[in-house]
C-alpha cells in the first residue's frame, strides 16, 4: 500500500477520509484517489490507470468498507492471494480468498463468511466466474464493488493476456447496478478502449495518472558478457538489496542464477519449469526475507506487492514497452531510489525479429508485435531523456529532460553513420546480387574489417568489392551499426538462421536520399550512487546517520514478527514507516500513531513493542 503524499482537498468524503486514517495510518490521500474513491462510493464506474506503487489498491479497498456489503476482488494472482488477504488482516480488514489452492473445508468456511457478512474483501480468481456456484453464490450475498485488478489482461494485443478476463462482462449484465473499478498500471490508449469495450465499462469515467516513477532510474546499456556486467550492478551497487532479473528462457534464468549464487548473491530462479512446489517456495522466499534476488521469465512478478526491490534487470530485450514499463514498475514501489537496468545487443535484435516472423497468427498479429518490438527499439537507441521517450508512448509528454536516466547522466554521442550505413548495406546487396546469398551480421563484419576467415575463404568472399572497406570501425562498433540499422527499419531479418537482408527504406541510404545519424554508446555506464566494487548499506536513501543503528533494530524486530506470523516482512510495516519511525523518535503510542502506516489496528498491536525498541536502542546509544 503506497504512503499517500498530503495532497488531499478539503473536499474529501469524511468517512472515506477517517477509514483512511483509522485503517491505513494515513492523512491525506495522493493524486487522483479522493476523486475516484468519491465516485466509486457513490455508484459510479471507473477505469483507473496508476503506475505500480501509486496507491491503486487504496480505490477500492476504502469503497469497499465504506459501501454496504463486501468488496469483490477479480485478481489473477492466486500465487499472492494468501499474503494480500494476510496485509489487510493484519490493518483489522475481514478479508478472505477464494481459488483453487484451497480445500472444500476452506472454501465452505469463506463461502459462509461473505453470506454472513462476516467480510469485507473477497477475492477471487477470474476462471471462478465462470462457475455457477459462484455466481450464484454472489447472488446470495451483497456485494458492494467489484474490483477487476490488473485489467489490462482483458486486451487481446496487451502483454499479458488470459482468456479468463473475457467473461468479466457478465458482472456487469448480473449485476447491473454494483460499481465496477476496473485497474491496472500500464495501458496506451488503445488498450485503454480495449478495456472498456470489452468489460462494457462504456460509461466509466477515465482516471489516468502520471506514468512518471521518478525515483527510478533507466539505464540501457550495450550487451558485453552480460552476466558479469550484472554482477558488476549487483556488487557495486546494490549489494544486499531485493532485485529482479529477467531473462528470455528458462535455461538462461537457471544458468544466471546459478552464477549469482556462486558469486556470493542469494539468488533464486523462476519459471514455469520448474515444479509448481519449488515455484512456491522461492516465491515466498523472495517475499519474505530481506536481500533476495528473482531470476525469471516474465511468469513471475506481476502483482508482486514487495515495496523493498530496488533493482530490475532485464538481460533479454522485452518483446514491447508495455511489458517493459510494467516490469521495471516492480522496483521501489515505496518511493525510495530504485534502478531499471536493461543489457541489449544486436543479438536481442536478431532473435525477437525471427520470433516475430516464426509467430503464429496472421500477417496482422505479426505486425502488431513488429510495432510493439519498434517501439521498444526507439526507445534503446533514445538519443534523447529516456524517461521522456518511455512516458511519450503512454501520450504523457515531460516538459523537460529528467536528470535521472543514462542519456541525461551521460548524454550519448552522436554521429554521421550515413557512410557506414551504406557500407554495411553495400555488402549485403553485393552478397545477394552477386552470389545469391544471404549470411549474418558476422560474416559481413569480417568481409568489411578484411579478414581472411575460413569461412570468408570458403566462400571466396575476399573477391568482393567491398573486402576491407570497413576497417576505420570495430567489430564491437560494427555491430552497433548494424543494430540500429535494424532499428531503424534498414535492415531486415529473415529466416531461421537470421540472416540480414535489405529493406524498401535500404534504398534511400544507397541511393544517399537520406542520412542516417548513430549514437555512439558510453564508454562506461553511468554509475549514480557508488563506485564499482564497493557494496552500499542496505538502509534507505535519506536516512539520518544517526538513525541507521535503530532503523536496523527495527528491521530486525520486524523480521521476527513476520517470521512469527509467517507473513512478509511489509505486511507487518513497510521500510518507509521505520524510517519515520527511527528519525522521529516517538516516545508516546499518540506520537506513534501519527506515523505514516501505523493505524489503529497495528499500533493496538504493536504499538509497545515498537516503544520497547525505542528505548533499547537509546539505551544502547547513550554514553557509559
Known sequence: MADPTENSEPGASSEALGVLRRVFGYDAFRGEQEEIIEHVVAGGDALVLMPTGGGKSLCYQIPALVRPGVGVVVSPLIALMQDQVDALRALGVRAGFLNSTQDLDERRMVEAEFLAGELDVLYLAPERLRLESTMSLLDRGKVSVFAIDEAHCVAQWGHDFRPDYLTLSALHERWPDVPRIALTATATEATRKEIAARLQL????????????????????????????????????????????????????????????????????????????????????????????????????????????????????????????????????????????????????????????????????????????????????????????????????????????????????????????????????????????????GQIIDILLGKRTAKVIQHDHDQLTVFGIGTELGAAEWRAVVRQLLALGLLAVEGEYGTLVLTEASGEVLGRRRDVLLRREPEKPSRARSAPGKPRAAAPADLPEAAVPLFEALRAWRASQAKEQGVPAYVVFHDATLREIATLRPESLDALGTVGGVGENKLAKYGERILEVLAESARAQAPA
Open 202 to 441: 462504456g460509461d466509466a469515467r477515465h482516471f489516468v495518472a502520471s506514468f512518471d516513477r521518478p525515483n527510478i532510474q533507466y539505464r540501457i546499456v550495450p550487451k558485453n558478457d552480460p552476466k558479469k556486467q550484472l554482477l558488476e550492478l549487483i556488487h557495486g551497487e546494490h549489494a544486499g538489496d531485493a532485485g529482479v532479473v529477467y531473462c528470455l528462457s528458462r535455461k538462461s534464468v537457471e544458468d544466471v542464477a546459478d552464477f549469482l549464487v556462486a558469486h556470493g548473491v542469494a539468488a533464486l530462479p523462476y519459471h514455469a519449469g520448474l515444479d509448481a512446489r519449488v515455484r512456491a517456495a522461492n516465491q515466498a522466499r523472495f517475499l519474505r526475507e530481506d536481500g533476495v534476488v528473482m531470476v525469471a521469465t516474465i511468469a513471475f512478478g506481476m502483482g508482486i506487492d514487495k515495496p523493498d526491490v530496488r533493482f530490475v534487470a532485464h538481460l533479454d530485450l522485452p518483446k514491447s514497452v508495455e511489458g517493459y514499463y510494467q516490469e521495471t514498475g516492480r522496483a521501489g514501489r515505496d518511493g525510495l531510489p530504485s534502478t531499471a537496468w536493461l543489457a541489449y545487443g544486436l543479438q536481442d535484435v536478431v532473435q525477437q525479429r525471427k520470433m516475430i516472423d516464426g509467430s503464429e497468427g496472421d500477417d496482422a498479429h505479426r505486425r502488431r508485435l513488429t510495432a510493439h518490438l519498434d517501439a521498444m527499439l526507439a526507445l534503446c537507441e533514445a538519443v534523447e531523456c529516456r524517461r521522456a521517450r518511455l512516458l511519450a508512448y503512454f501520450g504523457q509528454r515531460l516538459p523537460e529532460p529528467c536528470g535521472n536516466c543514462d542519456t541525461c547522466l551521460t548524454p550519448p554521442v552522436t554521429w554521421d553513420g550515413t557512410i557506414a550505413a551504406q557500407k554495411f548495406l553495400s555488402a549485403v546487396y553485393r552478397l545477394a546480387r552477386e552470389r545469391r546469398q544471404k549470411f549474418g551480421a
